[in-house]
């Protein structure tokens, strides 16, 4: 791997340019706001934005977007060291990487957590129950909850 967890691959990917840190944005309406103008103003790759110091929240919480919104920095994220000028040229490097990768194989353990059917069903129930009676009618609180869940 080309970098060690997250961190590290904020700072490879500051070192190739692509990333912009934003401080003091506000939460509830400018960080989408400037994400959007950013990707309208910046076609066809923009860089990967981190919101820092976002206010109504405690320091050291932040927020990344466009971490995948170019080819260099999928590259980074799949450990591809070629260097491309085109992006058929690392579309073409990903699916010869994909061809020559192995999957992980399955193993079986005797024991853990229980997520049968009927635990997941028994909790959809339990929760579909505390939203209806939040709900005014139970055909309400079912039309809803239909379109939340599937």
């Known amino acids: 791997m080309i970098y060690d967890g997250l961190r590290d691959w904020l700072i490879k ?41 976002i206010k109504g929240h405690a320091n050291g919480y932040r927020a990344l977007f466009g971490h995948f919104a170019s080819p260099k920095r999928i590259a980074l994220t799949l450990g591809i060291t070629e260097e491309f000028d085109h992006l058929l040229e690392f579309t073409r490097m990903y699916h010869e990487r994909m061809r020559r990768s192995a999957p992980v194989p399955t193993k079986e353990v005797r024991s853990g957590a229980d997520r049968s059917m009927s635990t997941l069903r028994k909790g959809m129930r339990s929760t579909f129950g505390a939203f209806r ?15 939340a869940t599937w």
């Open 133 to 147: 009676r939040r709900c005014f009618t139970k055909k309400t609180a079912a039309a809803i909850w239909a379109r």
């Open 13 to 53: 990917v500051d070192e190739l340019g692509e990333l912009r840190t934003l401080e003091d944005v506000d939460w509830n309406l400018e960080m989408g706001a400037i994400v959007d103008v950013l990707y309208r103003e910046h076609p066809p790759y923009p860089p990967a934005l981190i919101f820092d110091k």
